[in-house]
């Protein structure tokens, strides 16, 4: 359990939290780059980490994550033309570079008057940078603005990767935290029923390999083993699988809000997501697949988009067909007969769980066991981090980008192997760090 103290602690990302403050050292995913398709388009607005901001793309290509409010008149410059290199308040037209930088100020006559203006007025803007087909922004301070983190699917061409987001209806952690724990995967996503037409139906969108689904359904008492590194966590789970072999589903947490799915075994695609809070009660995910060895095929794109896996079926805005308002359409019949659930989609059955405990999980009414261990040590990690930046201690993670290049996934091993040779193995590192190689002939 924690404390309330530390439940706010962890919970609370707006301006001035602490760790909405450490938040704010990293940089996040706050738009797709579809979402900003066409050079002078319309602009967006984003809500991430409690402020109420405005995107757009520039006739170069650039894009800018601004204040909302002209600083002429406060006039919201969603209904802002966006054209001739940036963006125009429909107000009184005065115009915006993506840096914040004024352009025009045609209210004042020309002359040395309107050129100090144009000079001394800015648009409060954070920096951008567009990478992996996100739109990611830094909006911490700019002395300390750290590299982008190099996750292996921002190394990859595009043909390569997927990405989508969705909109999530609680606070950030316990959603991070349902992400972490693969302890549930023995139940929340399994079938009921053992037969063909329906296990084999439902088994298929847990996991590619049969035996795996199998050994999950049989043992829901992973032995967990977790390491430290530069730039988070590797949780390893270990199941009993078949004539003295563990089956380990081995994922990843990457400070401050990254999660590396535990399901890949090599050759198939990886999985990742990131929870970027809106405000206290509801965030945004952004999720990313990739193959390091091939395109995508049309086919996994096409699922994906209809949801599957980390990805859920959504509307035009990005929210869940299946969502809190409509109870996730969770079918009894099917529960009783079919799933554990009666819920379509792994992304839907997570959704529900953790929106199912309040849009801010009370912690203090928690009975933890060993398969929390995860959970408790990643609650550990972050609170320790967020205390340390508001003792004047920069979050170390932040100064590692390579450090974010791992893989998490799943292996099979004898049962006295432990998680750090397992590790060696399957990745070629004990944290699963990718090499440069390896990504160069991708």
Not at 144 to 169: C, G, I
Not at 236 to 261: C, E, V
Request: hydrophobic letters at 35%; glycine letters at 10%.
């Amino acid at each position: 359990m924690l404390s309330e103290e530390d439940n706010i602690l962890l919970t609370r990302t707006g301006p001035k939290a602490p760790m909405g403050e450490l938040f704010r050292r990293f940089w996040q995913p706050v738009a797709l780059s579809a979402e900003l398709f066409d050079v002078d388009g319309a602009p967006i607005r984003i809500s991430v980490l409690g402020e109420d901001l405005r995107a757009f793309r520039a006739t170069d290509g650039s894009v800018g994550v601004v204040s909302p409010r002209c600083p002429h008149r406060g006039a919201d410059l969603f209904f802002g033309r966006n054209e001739n290199g940036g963006i125009t308040c429909a107000y009184h037209g005065w115009k915006f570079a993506t840096n914040g930088r004024c352009l025009a100020i045609p209210t004042l006559e020309p002359g040395p008057a309107r050129d100090r203006a144009e000079q001394n007025v800015r648009l409060p803007a954070y920096p951008t940078r567009e990478a992996g087909g996100f739109i990611w922004a830094y909006l911490g301070p700019r002395e300390q603005m750290p590299e982008l983190p190099e996750l292996e699917f921002l190394t990859l061409p595009a043909s390569h990767v997927f990405v989508s987001k969705k909109l999530q209806q609680c606070n950030w952690a316990q959603s991070c935290e349902g992400g972490l724990d693969t302890a549930h995967f023995s139940f929340l996503h399994m079938p009921v029923s053992d037969a063909a037409d329906v296990a084999g139906r439902l088994m298929a969108k847990v996991s590619s390999d049969p035996d795996t689904v199998r050994w999950m359904r049989a043992d829901g008492t992973p032995r967990f083993t977790i390491a430290e590194h530069p730039a988070g966590l590797v949780l390893g789970a270990a199941r009993r699988g078949d004539a003295g072999k563990n089956y380990w589903r081995i994922s990843q947490f990457l400070m401050p809000n990254h999660g590396l799915a535990p399901n890949a075994f090599p050759g198939e695609n990886y999985h990742g997501q990131c929870w970027v809070p809106i405000d206290d009660v509801s965030c945004w995910i952004y999720n990313y697949t990739w193959n390091p060895d091939r395109p995508l095929t049309e086919t996994e794109r096409a699922r994906y988009r209809g949801g599957s896996g980390v990805h859920a079926e959504v509307d035009a805005q990005y929210v869940p067909l299946r969502r809190r308002e409509n109870d996730y359409l969770i079918d009894r019949h099917r529960q009783k007969y079919e799933t554990y659930t009666g819920i379509d989609g792994v992304s839907e059955q997570d959704a529900a769980i953790q929106d199912s405990q309040g849009r801010i999980a009370d912690r203090a009414i928690e009975h933890l066991g060993p398969t929390d261990m995860g959970i408790i040590r990643f609650r550990r990690l972050i609170l320790d981090a967020a205390r340390g930046l508001e003792n004047g201690e920069a979050p170390s993670a932040a100064a590692h980008p390579r450090a974010y290049c791992v893989r998490g996934g799943g292996a099979i091993a004898s049962t006295d192997t432990p998680l750090a040779e397992v590790m060696r193995a399957r990745f070629g590192h004990e944290h699963g760090l990718t090499s440069k190689k390896t990504l160069a002939a991708a």
